[in-house]
């Protein structure tokens, strides 16, 4: 291949190019970028007196254990708590233990913040928390002294004296048996931190967060994808109910199968957004739930005659983020809970997938949301949800759509954007990821093609995609990969960017893929000679400049399972050398199949980036040698 870079600046490349989509799947949130150690901490959106409730907590040492709502709970929005009866016959210390999210990661020199509350009508006596392993060797504990007949808060620090080997440990509370015996105690809201991202309080687990942040985002869609929804209108995700104390948040039955806190609620996620520098896209509940996944005919949608009540409940959401803290009356209830200064927020999105229930959505939902929002806040851009080809009114100008499907989609559809029509209207590919070999079944599962982990060769057909995204980032205003985390013991979607337990973290070649794409942006598309067209596959790129630091980027990604040279030639002058970054195969023959492996807990490096600097003694050329499956971002320096 002959590749000429020109000076020729095509357009300007948008700013919120590339981000993710977020969501409380796969114990992303609570178990995952939630710092929470416990699970179940407050037996919140379970039925008590049920085995189920007791999810993540059992007995030490013979104590009865139930999850019980028959005597006042902490708050009126946590009415459970743990009954813990002690028989009347009992030697040594007795309680109960949380297992965590399968494991607790116990590291020397690290502070756990802790607290829990308990009363008891009968027992006064001290109450021993510790850090400990299954095999019973202690690591960090503390003696609580106070209770009594109502609800106290204890509040504690554990400091491990070692690190533990693994994550089998425990949380694990006691009484002393004698002292007790024959007694109940009521516990309720237990919670325990480890240090956490940017040192916040109820904040970010800092190896997740530190990858996520390490990619710079500049959008962040959020709060879902189909955890929006809930699977009926009550179990929605409800703004309000996931801000203030912790102690007044209910949590709720969530959309995937367990249990949210709700601990990650709208001003953690805002905060967040404004830590990684992102632009927040919020996704705003738009009268649909979902009652079956694979049944779209039992979906609930509320009528046009009651939607005004929801509308009512996202302008408040709205006024609650960007409201004045002095005249508003939720900015208000925002500076009251520590945050005066309105957020910055310019996108809202209607909804989630709306294409699977497009006939209310096209009647009335999209209109009754996106004018009643627009009349009160005529500066928000709003995302529809529904299929591009749905007609909507008003008319929209910007549109989410979604793409999980198989390597070879993705280097067909590389090229989807070239032809979008100019017409005043632009993309959010809000949610995308190879998910599969599987060309005519793309969301099956494992056996029948469904990636475990991100693959190289997906990773490389993700990059293809992208050079497409960013060559037509005049129309695409922003993309999202998804899902984003993964809790390997826990999860209901492959795959995934990040993967972890509760003490290791596994960077997939997708997520190098985004990070080799996202911190290397150009402000304009700089033209190639040849452009990038279905006939140069399987090699795809973009080049890019950066008019602030009058650096060139060539991203380059060959799909192929050869090594391809392309000769580069310049019509600008560079520094004498350039550097390249590239993520490829371990194994470079076709022969060994490497081509669709993938980093794994067990295997986290086996394919990383790397980078290395090369000369350029001709000042207007080069030549380079792209490996087979792989993604290449190349760097030149404008003298
Ligand atoms: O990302 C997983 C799910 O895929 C999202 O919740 C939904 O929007 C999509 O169908």
């Known amino acids: 291949l002959n590749l000429r870079l020109t000076t020729n600046l095509t357009h300007e490349i948008s700013p919120t190019i590339y981000g993710y989509m977020w969501e409380d799947i796969n114990h992303s949130g609570d178990g995952g970028l939630y710092g929470e150690l416990l699970q179940n901490r407050a037996f919140q959106a379970v039925l008590p007196g049920t085995q ?21 709970g902490v708050s009126s929005s946590l009415p459970n708590s743990l009954e813990v009866t002690i028989p009347k016959v009992v030697a040594g210390p007795i309680g109960f233990d949380n297992t965590g999210f399968w494991g607790i990661k116990i590291q020397e020199g ?12 009968t027992f006064s006596g001290a109450i021993t928390v510790s850090l400990k392993s299954v095999r019973g060797t202690t690591f960090a504990s503390k003696s609580l002294t106070g209770v009594s007949k109502n609800w106290k808060k204890f509040t504690f620090e554990l400091e491990p004296t070692a690190s533990a080997n693994d994550d089998n440990n425990i949380f694990n509370v006691v009484v002393d048996g004698k002292a007790a015996a024959g007694k109940v105690i009521h516990f309720g809201m237990f919670s325990l931190f480890p240090p956490t991202f940017r040192g916040r309080e109820n904040g970010m687990r800092i190896d997740l967060a530190e990858a996520l942040a390490a990619t710079q985002p500049s959008i962040w869609r959020f709060p879902g994808g189909n955890n929006l929804e809930g699977m009926s209108f009550d179990t929605r995700w409800k703004w309000n109910e ?28 805002l905060n967040w957004a404004e830590d990684l520098g992102a632009e927040p896209i919020l996704g705003v509940w738009d009268g649909i739930s979902i009652a079956n996944y694979s049944d779209l005919s039992t979906w609930p949608v509320v009528p046009e005659a009651e939607l005004q009540p929801y509308i009512d409940d996202v302008l408040n959401e709205i006024e609650f983020i960007i409201g004045d803290a002095k005249t508003t009356k939720w900015g208000k209830v925002r500076a009251s809970l520590g945050r005066e200064e309105p957020y910055a927020l310019k996108f809202i999105e209607i909804g989630n997938e709306d294409q699977f229930q497009p006939a209310s959505y096209a009647a009335y939902r999209w209109k009754a ?26 008319a929209y100008k910007k549109i989410d759509f979604h793409m999980y499907n198989s390597p070879s989609w993705f280097t067909t559809n590389a090229f989807m954007f070239d032809d979008y029509p100019r017409n005043g209207t ?14 005519a079944n793309a969301l099956g599962d494992i056996p029948s093609g469904r990636l475990a982990y991100p693959t190289l ?3 490389a057909a993700e990059a293809a995609f992208m050079t497409g995204m960013e060559r037509n980032s005049d129309v695409v205003f922003a993309s999202a990969y998804a899902p984003s985390l993964q809790h390997i013991r826990s999860y209901q979607w492959t ?35 040849p452009s990038s067209t279905p006939d140069t596959a399987p090699l795809f790129w973009v080049a890019s400049f950066n008019n602030e630091t009058d650096i060139i980027f060539l991203k380059v990604s060959n799909t192929g399972t050869s090594d391809l040279v392309a000769n580069i030639f310049l019509d600008f002058p ?26 794994t807990l067990e295997e986290p490096e086996l394919i990383i980036p790397v980078a290395n600097s090369f000369a350029i003694p001709q000042p207007d050329r080069f030549n380079y040698t792209f490996p087979a499956t792989s993604v290449t971002v190349i760097t030149l320096q404008s003298p």
Do not use: C
């Not at 948040?249 to 709208?266: Q, V």
């Open 52 to 72: 189920n409730a007791l999810n993540s907590w059992q007995p030490f040492n013979g104590a009865r254990l139930s999850v019980t709502s028959k005597t006042s």
């Open 110 to 121: 690290w502070t756990y913040k802790g607290s829990l509350y308990a009363k008891s009508d």
């Open 242 to 269: 996931t801000i203030g104390r912790l102690e007044d948040r209910p949590g709720r039955t969530a959309d995937w199968g367990y249990s949210n806190t709700d601990g990650l609620g709208l001003l953690e996620y």
């Open 369 to 394: 949301f996106v004018t009643a929002i627009g009349a009160k806040y005529p500066q928000m851009e709003f995302i529809a949800t529904s299929l591009p080809s749905t007609a909507l009114d008003p």
């Open 426 to 439: 632009q993309f959010f590919v809000g949610e995308y990821a190879v998910t599969s070999t599987n060309d």
């Open 457 to 459: 060769q997906g990773a």
């Open 495 to 529: 795959p995934d960017i990040l993967t972890y337990d509760a003490s290791r973290l596994v960077k997939s070649t997708s997520y190098y893929v985004q990070q080799m794409f996202s911190v290397n942006r150009g402000t304009h598309v700089l033209a190639t000679s």
């Open 574 to 599: 560079i520094t004498g050398f350039g550097t390249a970054t590239s993520i490829s195969s371990p194994a470079l023959s076709p022969i060994s199949g490497l081509f669709n492996v993938s980093n």
